[in-house]
């Protein structure tokens, strides 16, 4: 009996191991971050204690955001002040949550001399969602 049991389970391993390590082949592969893509301390610098007027991509709106050293931002769009909150991630994402939005996280990528904004796809791509057209010292916002 005990013979019996110790076949089941040798066989079942043997089945098994090959089926699971053959998911890992289906599994997407991460995509690689776009070359440019900023580390943490480069987008602490980059945009703190700055005011930044940044373009959507999808529509050319304009924004004046400040990023206060201490967390807070100031914005204004469409002639609308809006505040809230901003920090980066030790992977160097740069993370918004003004008013009562979700907070989301994007990475910030040099092309050239050009300052992007990334956000990844459900596919893993990085798509660029908005330009960072003019960064000035202080808050120019209030």
Same mark, same amino acid.
């Given at each position: 009996?005990?013979?019996?049991?110790? %076949?089941? %389970?040798l066989l079942a391993c043997t089945l098994l191991i090959p089926l699971l390590g053959g998911?890992?082949?289906?599994?997407?592969?991460?995509?690689?971050?776009?070359?440019?893509?900023?580390?943490?301390?480069?987008?602490?610098?980059? %945009?703190?204690?700055?005011?930044?007027?940044? &373009?959507?991509?999808? #529509?050319? $709106? &304009?924004? +004046? /955001?400040?990023? #206060?050293?201490?967390?807070?931002?100031?914005?204004?769009?469409?002639?609308?002040? $809006?505040?809230? /909150?901003?920090? &980066?991630?030790? =992977?160097? !994402? @740069? *993370?918004?949550? @003004?008013?009562?939005?979700?907070?989301? *996280? !994007? @990475? &910030?990528?040099?092309?050239? /001399?050009?300052? $992007?904004?990334?956000?990844?796809?459900? #596919?893993?791509?990085?798509?660029?969602? +908005? /330009?960072? !057209?003019? %960064? $000035? =010292?202080?808050?120019?916002?209030?």
């Amino acid at each position: 009996m005990k013979t019996l049991k110790k %076949f089941k %389970f040798l066989l079942a391993c043997t089945l098994l191991i090959p089926l699971l390590g053959g998911c890992s082949l289906l599994m997407p592969k991460p995509v690689p971050l776009p070359p440019g893509t900023l580390d943490a301390a480069a987008v602490e610098a980059l %945009f703190s204690d700055k005011t930044v007027e940044s &373009v959507l991509d999808k #529509n050319g $709106r &304009v924004s +004046l /955001t400040y990023y #206060n050293p201490n967390g807070e931002l100031h914005q204004l769009q469409q002639g609308q002040k $809006r505040s809230g /909150t901003w920090s &980066v991630r030790s =992977d160097g !994402r @740069i *993370c918004l949550q @003004i008013e009562e939005r979700d907070q989301k *996280c !994007r @990475i &910030v990528v040099k092309e050239g /001399t050009t300052y $992007r904004k990334y956000v990844v796809k459900r #596919n893993g791509n990085h798509e660029p969602v +908005l /330009t960072y !057209r003019l %960064f $000035r =010292d202080g808050n120019l916002v209030e």
